[in-house]
């Protein structure tokens, strides 16, 4: 599914690709100057079983991942575009996932707690 979100102003095009779009080895990619947050669709992988994935250490629901890869590539948006992309700690790939993976969790507290 593409959608455009807009992130702090910038309108982003959030599409799921073919993994021969991707750079080598990874799973999404934002691109900060045309705006685009790109997630692997996982074509070859859905054409498996459950079972076959799981064998080859993919996730069986593999729609949980590519939404987790598309909040992860969003974040990667919101920082870039609040000034948080080069020379900063907003380049750690491993906080960058934090948020994306804790992010509905937090949200969802946030939510229930009458906070938004
Ligand atoms: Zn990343």
């Known amino acids: 599914m593409n959608v455009t979100v807009n992130v702090l102003g910038t309108e982003y095009d959030v599409k799921e690709v073919t993994q021969d779009l991707l750079p080598d080895g990874a799973d999404g990619y934002c691109d900060l100057s045309e705006h685009v947050c790109a997630v692997d669709g996982y074509a070859e992988d859905k054409a498996k079983t459950p ?55 937090i949200y969802r507290a946030w939510e229930a707690a009458g906070a938004l």
């Open 51 to 105: 079972a076959q994935r799981l064998k080859e250490s993919i996730l069986s629901d593999l729609d949980v991942q590519i939404k987790k890869n598309k909040r992860h590539e969003i974040v990667h948006a919101f920082l870039n575009e609040s000034g948080l992309w080069e020379n900063s700690w907003a380049r750690n790939e491993e906080m960058v996932d934090w948020i994306a993976i804790q992010g509905p969790k």
